[in-house]
């Protein structure tokens, strides 16, 4: 599964678990997005009926104010788009999360632990372990054009239920049927 198809399933989920939601935010990382990517994910937004507000994120200090001008704009929710820069700072945004009442997904379990409402994608351990694989094949000598490209094929769906009851949100009975954790 390609980012931009992660970034639209998690568009989707966020939708499920905000029903009513017509304007949601996207927090980006400049740095790690580029346009075609942000595009499909406004497509897949229309096609929600869901109009979207974009953050420019490019550190801490950019955090507080970008919750707080998405929160000005109306967002109802908020995704946040994977950046191992915005991961560096989970904790923050799952305390701005709930500080500006602004139910947030994001790409990863340890977000939806640091209090995003939900993640859904890749497990981190699996994506280092195949870098491991890959480092081994390297120093032994396998050259780069003979070792195959590999994608994570599992994603999962976390879901933290005590940032949901925070935030006064159910979260629905088929997501959690969906969901391979969820946090209490």
């Not at 904790?91 to 999360?97: D, N, P, V, W, Y």
Request: glycine residues 8%.
């Amino acid at each position: 599964m390609l980012s931009t198809e992660l970034d639209a399933k998690r568009l989707e989920i966020l939708k499920e678990i905000v029903p009513s939601g017509r304007r949601f935010g996207l927090m980006s990382d400049p740095a790690t997005k580029v346009p075609a990517q942000l595009q499909a994910i406004a497509e897949v937004a229309a096609a929600l009926g869901v109009e979207l507000q974009t953050a420019n994120v490019r550190g801490p200090a950019d955090l507080a104010p970008a919750f707080a001008s998405l929160r000005a704009g109306g967002a109802e929710a908020i995704n946040i788009l994977s950046s191992a820069m915005l991961f560096g700072f989970r904790e923050e945004l799952g305390r701005l999360s709930l500080t500006h009442k602004l139910p947030a997904i994001c790409e990863w379990r340890e977000m939806a632990e640091a209090g995003c409402v939900a993640s859904y994608g890749t497990r981190l351990l699996e994506g280092w372990a195949m870098l491991a694989v890959l480092t081994d094949k390297m120093l032994k000598g396998a050259r780069p054009g003979e070792t195959p490209a590999q994608q994570p094929t599992r994603f999962e769906l976390a879901i933290n239920l005590k940032t949901a009851e925070a935030l006064g949100l159910t979260v629905p009975p088929s997501i959690l049927a969906r969901a391979d954790e969820v946090i209490e």
